[in-house]
């Protein structure tokens, strides 16, 4: 079974810092890999995924992350972080092979907070 | 394109009793899955409908099912409400079911079972 580990349920960071937000994946395979956004009392929003393409993927926002094999890693990451970034982020997985090829594995998430 | 709408916005039902939640989904897209998201906690994945048929399902009972429509939009239906059914609940629709396939997802349905 597939599953996600999103490191820290909370990460504050000041305005124009780096924004790093941090996911592991557990699965035999490779899988498809994503990132979405969740502002308040909203649904979530794509910012970025990762279907076996290239390993550093460009989302929206100026946001991006790296598919790291041998760490089985997928850390979302923006230079400059933005007031308007504050939101919750969630890490999923999806697997690229099998019947089971349908359902999204979403972690726990992490609040990004933006201090000014 | 309008994107995908859930209905209704928010919804407070007693134990024990039933629900229907319902989802249109995008345009061109025949693929619909639905979500339970627990305060504090990610979306859990209830099941996935494609072409009107059950495409898969997730660790929930029964007493969750769902429909799909000739144009593609969905129903949720919960039976025997229970406390801890209360959560927002996702809808999202996409192209086509597999994992590779982007899921488009509306605002929610935010139940509370008292």
């Known amino acids: 079974a597939q599953s996600v580990t999103q490191l820290g349920s909370h990460v504050s960071v000041s305005e124009g810092a780096l924004v790093l937000l941090r996911c592991n994946y557990s699965?035999?395979?490779?899988?498809?890999l994503f990132w979405y956004v969740q502002y308040p009392n909203q649904g979530l929003q794509l910012l970025l995924k990762?279907?076996?393409?290239?390993?550093l993927v460009k989302g929206i926002n100026g946001f991006e992350a790296e598919f790291k094999k041998s760490e089985t890693s997928f850390h979302l990451t923006k230079p400059s972080a933005h007031m308007s970034d504050a939101a919750e982020y969630f890490c999923?997985?999806?697997?690229?092979?099998?019947?089971?090829?349908?359902?999204?594995?979403f972690g726990k998430g992490t609040l990004l907070t933006v201090n000014p | 394109e309008t994107g995908v709408t859930q209905s209704p916005t928010h919804l407070i039902k007693t134990r024990g009793q039933q629900v229907t939640l319902r989802c249109s989904s995008q345009?061109?897209?025949?693929?619909v899955s639905w979500y339970q998201q627990a305060l504090g906690q990610g979306p859990q994945f209830i099941f996935q409908y494609y072409r009107e048929e059950e495409n898969g399902r997730g660790n929930f009972p029964p007493r969750f099912s769902g429909l799909q429509f000739p144009n593609y939009s969905s129903e949720l239906n919960v039976n025997a409400l229970e406390l801890d059914d209360s959560a927002l609940y996702l809808c999202?629709?996409?192209?086509?079911?597999?994992?590779?396939?982007?899921?488009?997802f509306g605002p929610g349905t935010r139940l509370t079972v008292t």
């Open positions: 999923a997985v999806s697997p690229n092979s099998g019947g089971s090829n349908y359902k999204l594995t």
């Open positions: 990762y279907t076996s393409a290239a390993t």
């Open positions: 999202a629709s996409s192209p086509k079911p597999g994992g590779n396939y982007e899921q488009y």
């Open positions: 699965s035999s395979v490779p899988p498809y």
């Open positions: 345009s061109g897209h025949n693929t």
